[in-house]
């Protein structure tokens, strides 16, 4: 009685497979949204964004690191909210609006990141990305696939998303 | 691989993981079954339908690439395929080798996932060797006509004699005289597929996303309601008729959607038989360790119950069937001394008690529970004293098993005896909001009675309120709310008490055990406060609020996947208006509560150090954003300035009517009141107008800079290239 049906799916399976791999074609490039972090400029991947907010009715919940500002009741599902700057150990340097939420998803994790304001969604060429410059030391770089000629870095959302550091579990 | 089709077949082995359980519990049911040696025709339906199972099993795990799976079935399914050939039957080796093979699917079911596999490259040659030995035919034992049973022979074949020299044939016509079951709600593999035409598959997950999404209705019903009552208290009677209709619209939208709301949770319900199902693979597995023959009798499998119930359930069931099994049933020498049938009796039923409120009962008719071994046991474990054991019920003592601590059992066994498992499933039971209570006759039998809600109930908390955050107390850990003064207040040995009905209680800020800082704006008089008292596992503690708000009810949430476990907090409700509220933990409450130390409680009895109010700033901050605002609020109160917070420039107009500030910090771009206006506003009040204000923005454009001074603000500092000391030059510049 399951011969039939799964016969079909992996028919089914490998013509949908085919389809994408040739619209793929040679492309390398990839559609970012483009956001301020003050006083630089990120991108990420669009593939791993699922909506953007305004920041409001945050509910601070004590006793979580300091980048974890808080949470967010995103039409009925609670989104916790990342400040990058401070996950990644970067000096806060001046005020920033931090007004704008990213929520970002990969697999089961799913959680939004604060911004200073979201430019633009564009593509990028994944192949002109140039390595985060050696000065850079600091935590965040794991995080980063590259930063372009006009000096765009682009996060590795799929690190950060499956960082173990950033989950906080104090069981 | 693109990402698109990492998805989809990502989805489809999801798909399989859970179509794969399926066909293996129906297989496992299948061989349950078939050792219980049916007669002939139902022997080859069996056969039949399990032949099935693994057949279908196969094609799906090939389907996603699960070849190793895919050969396994294959296996298994030329063991079946050569019965129905040659219509033989298994003998018990054979069992063991289709359980055997049975638990390797299983482990290998579990571990697609993982990197780590436990199911080692040999075991499984080895299995699939022992298999495909017996597929040839060499082993199989040759049919024979069995006759149709008597009705109600009781007494099966002991185990023993089982494994004994006896013909193999033979055993397999006594075993068949098995006392017949009562009517079971459990559903073998045979008859479970008649069901699926009408029924399709879904995830948990997906009904708990619709459940949410038709929950999200409950606070447009409420806020619809609060509008309407708004408009009324305009008593324009232009309105009138309008709020009637929409009075009446409202009602309807009211039952709209609390019916949906019943339906969808109708949908999480699922029949207890697709917990059961798996109780008499554990029943056999455990009686055959324990060397005790067992009749297994499940009632009431039909009886349906939230599905997120039932998977928390089964850990605590199979606990309590494993200690029915290890403590309750004795062996059938022991029974026989005892003038007993040898076969324990294991009752699992499930029945619907009055409401909405399902009751299962686990029952032995073994030895029972020795009262004194048990009070003994506890004393040991300094649970009770010798003084109060003597005045204890018989409840009383029994209800001591679900302490932790408390084993009767000399031995300890990997399955129970440690003392611990009653008492988790106990908790367990507590936390999907039921009880369980445990009967006992000594010589007769035990039995546990759990009762559960049908649907996960709605939580019901105190609201309560420390400086400007919220929380929310589970009612139950709430002993009661109370209002001290100071003056009730003593120290004793370092920690601050109260007494409450003679008893000495610990008292804590409750903002100190969660390390939100106090503004420290208390009044000097003596003022009573509001203190709650909580309770968990007979420790209480007094916990200081700053306002007790009523009584809220609805959903606990989790606070999503990034936030696994945060100390002192279980997880947030979600209020009527959408705010987020944390719920707070409150076993861990009165665990931190512990650890504080004198000087931070010390501000308790000792009086406010005096503050120069006079000589205090005080500064309003107009700020949209929360982060900017506590970041604003941490740069001036650690300057010494006094200060008060408003989310948009209405508010902060508000607050000006209302008090005197020294100066107003305002963001430009705000809702309602942007801060061009909110400068405007200022200047042109009489009061108001020489009050300093300084502006800080985002917008630093030559013709906003214009504008703000036009407006009348003092100073205009641009966000990015702003310092924290410009800031503060610039304050102590204008005041």
Do not use: W
């Not at chain 1, 945050?58 to 996950?87: A, D, E, Q």
């Not at chain 2, 079935?73 to 359980?99: M, N, R, T, W």
């Not at chain 2, 408390?406 to 909001?433: C, E, H, N, Q, Y």
């Not at chain 2, 308790?604 to 954003?625: N, T």
């Amino acid at each position: 009685m399951a011969r039939d049906p799964l016969e079909l799916l992996q028919k089914r399976a490998l013509m949908i497979s085919r389809r994408q791999s040739d619209t793929e074609g040679a492309s390398r490039t990839i559609m970012v949204v483009e956001f301020l972090l003050t006083p630089e400029q990120y991108a990420v991947d669009t593939s791993f964004v699922t909506e953007v907010l305004p920041l409001r009715n945050l509910t601070l919940i004590p006793g979580t690191p300091p980048y974890v500002i808080g949470i967010m009741n995103v039409r009925g599902k609670i989104i916790s909210i990342v400040n990058l700057k401070s996950f990644f150990n970067l000096v806060q340097k001046g005020l920033s609006s931090q007004n704008r939420v990213i929520v970002l998803r990969h697999k089961e994790m799913e959680f939004g990141i604060v911004t200073d304001g979201i430019s633009a969604t564009r593509r990028i060429d994944t192949e002109t990305l140039s390595k985060p410059p050696a000065s850079r030391q600091d935590p965040g770089s794991d995080y980063i696939r590259g930063i372009t000629a006009e000096g765009l870095i682009l996060l590795n959302a799929e690190a950060l998303l499956s960082s173990k550091a950033i989950v906080v579990n104090q069981k | 691989m693109d990402k698109k089709q990492e998805a989809f077949l990502l989805e489809l082995l999801n798909d399989f993981k859970v179509e794969a359980l399926e066909h293996h519990q129906a297989i496992v049911n299948g061989l349950i079954e078939l050792e219980k040696n049916p007669p002939s025709d139902n022997y080859k339906q069996l056969v039949e339908t399990t032949f099935r199972e693994v057949h279908s099993l196969k094609g799906a795990a090939r389907a996603v690439n699960q070849s190793e799976i895919g050969r396994f079935c294959q296996s298994i399914e030329g063991v079946f395929h050569s019965l129905k050939q040659e219509s033989g039957q298994l003998a018990p080796e054979h069992f063991d080798a289709l359980y055997l093979s049975a638990d390797l699917l299983g482990a290998m079911l579990k571990e697609i996932d993982l990197q780590n596999k436990t199911v080692s490259a040999s075991a499984f040659a080895q299995c699939m060797k022992r298999l495909d030995t017996m597929m040839l035919g060499k082993s199989l034992v040759p049919p024979m006509e069995i006759p149709k049973p008597p009705p109600f022979i009781p007494g099966q074949l002991s185990r023993e004699a089982l494994e004994s020299q006896q013909p193999v044939h033979a055993e397999l016509t006594e075993l068949k005289a098995e006392a017949p079951e009562p009517v079971t709600g459990q559903k073998t593999g045979a008859s479970g597929k008649d069901s699926s035409k009408d029924t399709v598959r879904i995830t948990t997950a997906k009904l708990q996303t619709l459940l949410r999404e038709a929950e999200e209705f409950i606070s447009v019903k409420t806020s619809l309601g609060y509008y309407i009552r708004e408009i009324e208290k305009k008593q324009n009677k232009e309105f009138y008729p309008l709020i009637r209709e929409m009075d009446q619209f409202n009602h309807s939208l009211s039952r709209m959607v609390d019916d949906l709301l019943i339906d969808i949770k109708k949908t999480l319900l699922n029949p207890f038989s697709t917990l059961l199902d798996v109780v008499p693979r554990i029943v056999r597995d455990l009686g055959k360790e324990y060397k005790k023959e067992i009749n297994l009798t499940i009632r009431g499998g039909d009886i349906e119950i939230d599905r997120r119930i039932l998977e928390e359930l089964k850990d605590p069931l199979i606990h309590l069937i494993r200690n029915c099994i290890d403590h309750g049933l004795e062996t059938p020498q022991v029974r026989k001394n005892a003038g007993k049938d040898p076969n324990g009796l294991l009752d699992i039923s499930v029945k619907h008690d009055s409401g909405s409120m399902v009751v299962i009962t686990v029952r032995d008719d073994g030895a029972g529970i020795d009262r004194e071994k048990l009070l003994h046991a506890s004393i040991r474990n300094g649970l009770v004293t010798q003084e109060a054991s003597g005045r204890m019920s018989d409840n009383e003592v029994l209800g001591l098993i679900f302490r932790s601590g408390v084993s009767t059992s000399p031995f300890i066994t990997d399955i129970s005896g440690r003392g611990l498992g009653m008492a988790i499933v106990a908790d367990k039971i507590s936390d999907l909001g039921g009880d369980v209570t445990v009967s006992s006759t000594p010589g007769k039998g035990t039995s546990f009675v759990i009762t559960l809600p049908v649907t996960i109930s709605n939580f019901r908390g105190i609201l309560v309120q420390i400086e400007d955050q919220s929380f929310i107390v589970p009612t139950i850990s709430v002993e009661r709310a109370i209002r001290i003064t100071k003056k009730e207040i003593r120290s004793v040995e370092s920690r601050n008490i109260i007494f409450l009905q003679g008893e000495s209680v610990p008292l804590v800020r409750l903002g100190d055990v969660l390390a939100i800082p106090s503004r420290g704006q208390r009044t000097k008089e003596d003022k009573p406060f509001p203190v709650l008292i909580l309770n968990h596992a007979k420790k209480r503690v007094a916990f200081m609020v700053d306002q007790v708000n009523g009584e809220q009810e609805g959903m606990v949430k989790d606070m999503g996947p990034q936030l696994i476990h945060i100390r002192n907090i279980t997880g947030v409700t979600i209020l009527g208006g959408g705010q987020v509220i944390p719920i707070l933990n409150v076993p861990e409450l009165i665990e931190s509560s512990a650890g504080l130390s004198y000087s931070e409680e010390a501000s308790l009895v000792a009086e406010e150090p005096e503050i120069a109010s006079e000589q205090q700033k005080y500064i309003l901050i107009a700020e949209d954003s929360i982060t900017l605002r506590s970041l604003l609020r941490n740069i001036l109160e650690s300057s010494g300035y006094k200060v008060r917070t408003a989310v948009d420039g209405l508010e902060a107009f508000q607050f000006l009517q209302n008090e005197t500030f020294d100066l107003v910090v305002s963001d430009v771009e705000m809702p309602r009141l942007n801060g061009f206006d909110l400068t405007l506003r200022i200047r042109g009040d009489k009061i108001l107008s020489e009050t300093p204000v300084i502006l800080v923005t985002a917008l630093d454009s030559p013709v906003d800079r214009q504008r703000g001074m036009e407006c009348g603000a003092n100073a205009y500092i641009v966000k990015g290239s702003f310092e924290q000391s410009n800031l503060l030059e610039t304050i102590q510049r204008l005041i």
